[in-house]
């Protein structure tokens, strides 16, 4: 049995949707990272970065439990556990691993960017506004380019590259993003939106989560309760 202790965000439904394409018992932990239940010491203790999603393996690779925390190296890890949608050959895997570090070090951060500063920065600033976009939609022409060669981003196998960068896609029209631009990211989008596993990992947690519209959330999330050494 695997301990997801999660909340219903692009980040957690990547490691939802993993643990559902697997077919691997999980057991799954809310964190109210509105209410900061990010900063508990029990949670720190698997995630020192304050962040969801986090794991643990009960039966971890030397039968010991094993903690996990980074959705993409979670992704690896369940991946290798289960030998599969990381490639067969070192070649098929290290294509992987490089469109997955493009979701984490770029589709990742800069759409929660422009998510942020298009919909929840209480003073709505014209340069962020613009420059998250435009990056956002330099990303999405990134992705739209690699999917008119591929059918997936690593290639022709459907990989974690694909579960990792899905979940972001998904709050497009926030991003200020029209399909309509991007044909072959459109067709990919729709074609992972139909599988089964990825409908039922997107429903993990999703009735937990809410609008953030109140002060107090905003507060954990974006004010100083974020910031301060835990």
Request: glycine share 8%; with cysteine.
């Amino acid at each position: 049995m695997i301990d997801v202790y999660s909340a219903a965000t692009p980040n957690g439904h990547k490691v939802h949707i993993m643990l559902e394409e697997c077919g691997l018992p999980y057991r799954v932990h809310y964190i109210n990272i509105r209410e900061g239940d990010q900063f508990k010491p029990e949670f720190l203790a698997i995630s020192p970065n304050n962040k969801i999603p986090a794991i643990v393996d009960a039966d971890g690779p030397d039968g010991k439990p094993i903690s996990m925390f980074e959705s993409g190296a979670i992704l690896v890890y369940l991946a290798s556990k289960v030998g599969k949608f990381l490639g067969k050959t070192d070649r098929d895997k290290f294509n992987t691993l490089q469109w997955l570090m493009f979701q984490m070090g770029g589709v990742g951060p800069m759409l929660g960017q422009t998510h942020h500063f298009r919909v929840y920065a209480p003073e709505k600033i014209e340069y962020a506004i613009n420059r998250y976009t435009n990056e956002a939609k330099r990303l999405y022409g990134v992705i739209d380019n690699q999917l008119s060669k591929s059918a997936y981003l690593a290639g022709d196998e459907y990989t974690i590259a694909d579960i990792a960068t899905f979940p972001w896609l998904r709050s497009w029209k926030n991003q200020g993003i029209d399909w309509e631009e991007y044909p072959n990211a459109k067709r990919w989008f729709d074609e992972i939106s139909e599988r089964e596993a990825v409908k039922r990992g997107v429903e993990v947690l999703a009735s937990d989560s809410k609008p953030i519209t109140d002060d107090k959330s905003r507060e954990v999330l974006f004010g100083a309760t974020q910031y301060k050494r835990h």
